[in-house]
């Protein structure tokens, strides 16, 4: 969800009332330090306006995507968030009576292109489902340090006699890409990663 609306007008309002004491102060400022600052302030807006997102997922303990889990094996669930500050832990995921829970660890990483700022962390814990089925995981609300809550989807895990992973081509070489957005709106950046596997030298 971008921060837009009210907070984007006193936000603006703030900057406005910040450029008219500083002329005030100092009557000689020069153009070019005027622009400097203006850019600045332009770019923490940006950096302001940059998307919340939290994304549920399930992997083998190898990190590697799954369709189905298998009963009685352990499974990861990832939760990701994204551009929210102050979130230490991502709160309770509805669903997880089925399951049994352990802690798997955290990361978080911060990113900077072309003047765009992105922060990312991760909470990940080991699930086992000891019974055949689908289940519902989610949808999780998670609050920020202001009290901005944003929702993440729900994911289906199906449980069966096998784990199922996603499927990977044979073929001497291939392209696998993976997005970290399953839904857009016009305008909305999008993260693509593009993998070339090969078997043999060519």
Not at 14 to 32: A, E
Not at 101 to 124: A, L, W, Y
Not at 137 to 150: A, I
């Amino acid at each position: 969800m971008k921060k837009i609306g009210k907070e984007k007008f006193f936000f603006w309002r703030w900057i406005l009332s910040k450029i008219d004491i500083f002329f005030q102060v100092n009557k000689y400022i020069s153009l070019r330090f005027f622009c400097l600052v203006l850019f600045s302030l332009l770019c923490s807006s940006y950096v302001l306006c940059v998307e919340s997102n939290v994304s549920l997922f399930i992997q083998d303990m190898d990190q590697k995507s799954l369709h189905q889990v298998e009963k009685g094996v352990p499974f990861l669930l990832q939760i990701v968030v994204e551009n929210m500050d102050g979130v230490k832990s991502p709160g309770n995921v509805t669903g997880l009576e089925h399951f049994q829970v352990s802690p798997h660890g955290s990361s978080q990483s911060t990113r900077i292109i072309n003047g765009h700022r992105s922060e990312r962390k991760s909470f990940s814990y080991v699930l086992r489902a000891d019974t055949v089925g689908t289940f519902q995981l989610g949808p999780l609300s998670v609050p920020d340090k202001d009290g901005n809550v944003v929702t993440s989807a729900p994911i289906q895990v199906v449980v069966g006699d096998k784990a199922v992973v996603h499927s990977v081509s044979k073929a001497p070489f291939f392209l696998e890409t993976q997005v970290d957005k399953k839904s857009l709106y016009i305008g909305q950046e999008l993260i693509v990663k593009i993998r070339f596997y090969y078997a043999r030298e060519f």
